[in-house]
C-alpha cells in the first residue's frame, strides 16, 4: 500500500491513562511518529528522516524509564512483564534506527505505523493497569 494511503498519526484522548505526566510523554510519542511519517511523505533529506527516527526511538527509551521509576517506587508487581515489553521494543527501535541508516529507507513509512499500533496495545493494556495501581495506592497511602 503507499504510503499516502495510511492515515498520518493522531493521539486519541481513549489513551489517556489519567496521569499527566505519562500522558504528556504518550502525546510526545505519537507527535514523534507522526514527524517521521511527515519528514518521509515530504521527502525530506535522508538525514532529516535519519533524526525523526532517532528521536523518535530516543525518546522511546527514555519514555520507559520513567515508567520503570513509577513501577519501583510502588513496587509494582506486574513490573517483569511490563518491562519485558518496553526492552522488546526498545531493542527493536535501535534496530530500525541502524537499519534504516544502513539504507532501508522502508522503514521510515513502517515503523511509525508499527509503533503507533504498538503504543495504542501496550498503552490501553499494561500502562493503564500500572497507573490504576499506582493511584490506587496513593489513594490509600492518603487515608
Ligand atoms: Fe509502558
Ligand atoms: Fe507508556
Same mark, same amino acid.
Given at each position: 500500500?503507499?504510503?499516502?494511503?495510511?492515515?498520518?498519526?493522531?493521539? %486519541? !484522548?481513549?489513551?489517556?491513562?489519567? !496521569?499527566?505526566?505519562? %500522558? *504528556?510523554?504518550?502525546?510526545? @510519542?505519537?507527535?514523534?511518529?507522526?514527524?517521521?511519517?511527515?519528514?518521509?511523505?515530504?521527502?525530506?533529506?535522508?538525514?532529516?528522516?535519519? %533524526?525523526?527516527?532517532?528521536?523518535?526511538?530516543?525518546?522511546?527509551?527514555?519514555?520507559?524509564?520513567?515508567?520503570?521509576? @513509577?513501577?519501583?517506587?510502588?513496587?509494582?508487581?506486574?513490573?517483569?512483564?511490563?518491562?519485558?515489553?518496553? !526492552?522488546?521494543?526498545?531493542?527493536? *527501535?535501535? &534496530?530500525?534506527?541502524?537499519?534504516?541508516?544502513?539504507?532501508?529507507?522502508?522503514?521510515?513509512?513502517?515503523?511509525?505505523?508499527?509503533?503507533?499500533?504498538?503504543?495504542?496495545?501496550?498503552?490501553? &493494556?499494561? !500502562?493503564?493497569?500500572?497507573?490504576?495501581?499506582?493511584?490506587?495506592?496513593?489513594? *490509600? *497511602?492518603?487515608?
Amino acid at each position: 500500500m503507499p504510503a499516502e494511503r495510511t492515515t498520518l498519526i493522531e493521539w %486519541d !484522548d481513549r489513551y489517556l491513562t489519567g !496521569d499527566a505526566v505519562v %500522558d *504528556a510523554q504518550h502525546k510526545r @510519542l505519537f507527535a514523534l511518529a507522526r514527524d517521521v511519517q511527515t519528514a518521509v511523505r515530504e521527502g525530506r533529506l535522508p538525514q532529516v528522516q535519519a %533524526d525523526a527516527l532517532q528521536s523518535l526511538s530516543l525518546y522511546c527509551v527514555e519514555h520507559f524509564a520513567e515508567e520503570e521509576r @513509577l513501577m519501583e517506587e510502588h513496587a509494582y508487581p506486574a513490573a517483569a512483564e511490563h518491562r519485558r515489553q518496553h !526492552d522488546a521494543l526498545a531493542a527493536r *527501535a535501535v &534496530e530500525m534506527v541502524k537499519a534504516f541508516n544502513k539504507g532501508n529507507t522502508l522503514i521510515g513509512e513502517t515503523f511509525p505505523e508499527f509503533i503507533s499500533r504498538w503504543l495504542r496495545r501496550h498503552i490501553g &493494556e499494561e !500502562d493503564v493497569r500500572l497507573i490504576r495501581y499506582v493511584q490506587q495506592r496513593v489513594t *490509600a *497511602a492518603a487515608r
